[in-house]
């Protein structure tokens, strides 16, 4: 019996193709780097009862399809009062703002306000 060997220096190239895709995928996704590693927000203040100001940079090196802050806020005493969630669509690379929101109902009395997590996950942020 003859055995059939011509099929293997295509299967050899398959493999190889699949390796060189599977790196170059793995490289690309290790350099990017991770929204909320690269989202700063670099200072949230009060500005009366209701309202606080978001000062806040997008230092990842592309646009952000969207992108939410979860903040909580705390009375004079740090008792946690309610959270809230703000979020951020198509943000490009270098933007820099200052950002007024109100603050949520349930966070009547705030004395302060303190990001809890930058994610890009909907589902997690709305809940």
């Keep these: ?33 991770q929204v909320s590693q690269c989202f700063k927000v670099n200072a949230l ?3 009366d009862a209701i309202h606080y100001w978001a000062d806040w940079t997008n230092a990842c090196p592309y646009t952000i399809d969207s992108v939410y802050v979860m903040v909580g806020f705390s009375n004079r005493s740090e008792k946690r009062l309610e959270d809230g969630v703000w979020p951020m669509y198509f943000v490009r690379p270098g933007d820099h703002r200052v950002t007024r929101f109100t603050i949520p109902a349930g966070a009547a009395g705030f004395e302060s306000v303190r990001v809890r997590k930058i994610t890009t996950d909907s589902d997690e942020a709305l809940r």
């Design 45 to 47: 203040l009060k500005q």
């Design 1 to 33: 019996m003859k055995r059939r060997t011509d099929y293997i220096p295509k299967m050899k190239t398959l493999f190889a193709l699949m390796f060189v895709m599977l790196t170059a995928v793995s490289v690309s996704s290790a350099e990017r780097p």
